[in-house]
């Protein structure tokens, strides 16, 4: 409540409205802190004199991320995966039967899909998922971008002004990741998680690079990676965040089998807690513990379910705690390959 009382508008009485305001609408106590920031932020923009043109940024950009967790709160217990590719790739073109497999293939393993709404790959994938399995997140662009046929008009198409705030929720909503050829888009989405990724500001996924066809396009593109190794520019572990793969079906396994026994995690503390789908044995820790002694302050240690501060999220499951370096995260990508292969 300390935090609440520092962060406050140089006006008392607007302060007080505040307050006011989140008791008429019974905003519950263990949100109201945050409602308070919020709102007084918003009015911080008006006694920091910020001109009209940055507060209509700042207005469309809250709107759209109001609107986008409305659409996606009813599927919050539902893997997705995010699908990138070209909007230019040709019917018929190996990559788009891969797409559209792909699409199909993921909802059959009970998982959404989400592009971004256009067509070629995107509405290849859309298709396969079909319009009931598979969000839309279209950018509103000069040349207007319009909405494949088989997800217009559904209420999980989402039409966003910015790109900043559709890239939130294209790699906020995604449990894995599929990238097929594409052009400046597709490389700046795929730079963009591996990045997140690569820093520890995204829950790591799976990342699947989709080489359709005879003709080469990740491994040219992961040669060219391999340049960046060579010149310490990247550590040669961070090329763990993803893998390249031949079919939709080799796509999909490797999906998959990141949560064959890895099931999600959450920073608690000065913790690392991995939640998995069975306990390991004690000789499994143990090597586990000596092959990533590197990245560990600590003993790896299990417990039956939630420790403090998880809220009692998936109390169900067991828990892996990692004293984790906060750094190494393609290590950390590798470690959670290790629990999956046990």
């Not at 305001?21 to 945050?34: F, H, K, N």
């Not at 997705?80 to 590719?85: A, E, I, R, S, Y």
């Not at 891969?98 to 059959?108: I, K, L, N, Q, Y």
């Amino acid at each position: 409540m300390a935090e609440q009382h520092r962060y406050q508008l140089q006006n008392d009485a607007a302060n007080r409205l505040i307050g006011a305001l989140l008791d008429a609408a019974s905003v519950p106590a263990d949100r109201r802190v945050w409602f308070q920031q919020l709102l007084t932020t918003v009015m911080k923009l008006h006694e920091d004199g910020t001109s009209t043109g940055d507060i209509k940024v700042t207005n469309a950009a809250l709107k759209e991320l109001r609107y986008g967790y409305k659409v996606f709160a009813p599927y919050g217990g539902v893997r997705k995966v995010t699908v990138f590719g070209s909007a230019r790739t040709p019917e018929g073109d190996d990559a788009m039967l891969a797409a559209r497999e792909f699409g199909r293939r993921m909802v059959g393993e009970r998982w959404m899909v989400v592009t971004g709404a256009g067509g070629g790959i995107m509405g290849a994938a859309q298709e396969g998922a079909g319009r009931e399995q598979s969000f839309g997140l279209n950018i509103r662009l000069p040349f207007e971008q319009e909405a494949n046929p088989w997800i217009a008009s559904d209420p999980k198409l989402i039409t966003f002004k910015y790109f900043f705030t559709r890239k939130l929720f294209l790699m906020k909503e995604a449990s894995a990741i599929a990238l097929f050829p594409g052009g400046f888009g597709t490389m700046d989405e795929c730079f963009e998680f591996l990045t997140l990724a690569q820093t520890g500001k995204a829950a790591i996924v799976p990342v699947v690079l989709v080489e359709a066809g005879p003709k080469p396009y990740w491994r040219i593109w992961d040669r060219w990676i391999g340049t960046l190794v060579e010149r310490r520019l990247i550590d040669a572990n961070d090329t763990a965040f993803y893998r390249i793969v031949d079919t939709a079906d080799e796509a999909v396994a490797e999906i998959t089998g990141f949560y064959r026994v890895y099931h999600s995690s959450r920073i608690v503390g000065d913790r690392l807690v991995l939640r998995l789908l069975r306990p390991l044995a004690d000789t499994q820790l143990v090597e586990l513990q000596g092959k990533f002694d590197d990245i560990l302050k600590g003993p790896a240690e299990q417990a039956p379910g939630p420790v403090a501060q998880e809220f009692n999220e998936f109390p169900e499951l067991p828990r892996l705690i990692l004293k984790f370096d906060r750094s190494s995260y393609s290590r950390l990508r590798q470690l959670i390959d290790f629990v999956n292969g046990l």
